[in-house]
């Protein structure tokens, strides 16, 4: 029996690349976002029967309630939410960050992915399904101009950990995903579009892949259902840890 995911965030890099890796697995994918174009390629890609494009912002709850209320029967039992939809902006420390780029990742990484979760977990405890949440290793490392990036996503771990407790007994399985450096479209939003700062992250690091994390995240949804990854985190061999830093006088 194919079983059935929601993806947010599924218009570029993880997103997509989870709803094509769950999809080459038997699973029926609703595929979110907000670039309609996108999703519509999806599904002419993998066919209307495997993908359902359901197009809205994760923080307009109003449009995501009416898109989820439209979902066709097939699709509308889901078995496997992948929180994935999330944003960083900008890079400067604290002091000099735009607020504004600080409430939309906790609107968008935080309360969305949040209200989300709520909206769907008495269907997920019916169905014994699983919620994935795709956090960072910002949730674990601190580094300049993370700070309410980090925060949020630190949040998400943190979060998927309490889920797991509540959810004690019921079957349902959550996983916080932590990966480090991707080569996706992340630094081009998190710059607004500095193709430049995109290529001297990610150029000679070998980085990761967002077919490897959706790779992890199918593997993840697939155990047997006794089994529960609680966290886990990826980094390319090319990443590690730095040092502290000591201002001195
Ligand atoms: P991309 O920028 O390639 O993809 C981000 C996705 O999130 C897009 O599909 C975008 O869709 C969606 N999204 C963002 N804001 C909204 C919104 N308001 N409403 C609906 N959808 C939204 O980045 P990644 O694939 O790298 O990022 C996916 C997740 O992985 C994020 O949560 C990110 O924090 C996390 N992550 C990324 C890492 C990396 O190095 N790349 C490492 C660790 C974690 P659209 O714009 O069409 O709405
Ligand atoms: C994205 C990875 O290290 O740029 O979450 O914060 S990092």
Request: hydrophobic share 45%; proline share 4%.
């Amino acid at each position: 029996m194919s079983r059935t995911a929601l993806v947010t965030g599924a218009t570029a890099g993880i997103g997509e690349a989870c709803v094509r890796s769950l999809v080459a697995s038997g699973w029926r994918c609703i595929a979110t976002g907000r670039r309609a174009e996108r999703l519509e390629k999806l599904v002419a890609d993998l066919g209307a029967d495997k993908v359902h494009a359901a197009v809205f912002d994760v923080r307009d709850e109003a449009a995501r309630d009416a898109a989820l209320d439209a979902l066709p029967e097939a699709f509308a039992g889901i078995d496997l939410l992948v929180n994935n939809a999330g944003l960083a902006l900008g890079t400067a420390p604290a002091q000099d960050a735009s607020l504004a780029d600080w409430k939309t990742m906790i609107e968008t990484n935080v309360t969305a992915l949040v209200s989300l979760t709520h909206k769907l977990l008495p269907g997920l405890i019916e169905r014994r399904g699983g919620v994935v949440n795709i956090s960072s290793v910002a949730a674990n490392y601190p580094y300049t101009g993370g700070n309410v990036y980090g925060g949020t996503k630190a949040f998400v771990r943190q979060f998927s950990l309490g889920l797991r407790a509540d959810l004690h007994g019921t079957g349902v399985r959550v996983t916080s995903i932590e990966p480090g450096m991707v080569e996706t479209e992340f630094t081009l939003v998190r710059t607004g579009g500095n193709q430049e700062a995109h290529e001297r992250l990610y150029g000679g690091a070998d980085p990761m892949t967002a077919a490897d994390i959706a790779e992890t995240v199918r593997w993840v949804a697939e155990l047997p259902p006794h089994l529960n990854i609680n966290t886990l985190e990826l980094m390319p061999v090319s990443q590690s840890f730095a040092g502290f830093q000591v201002a001195r006088e």
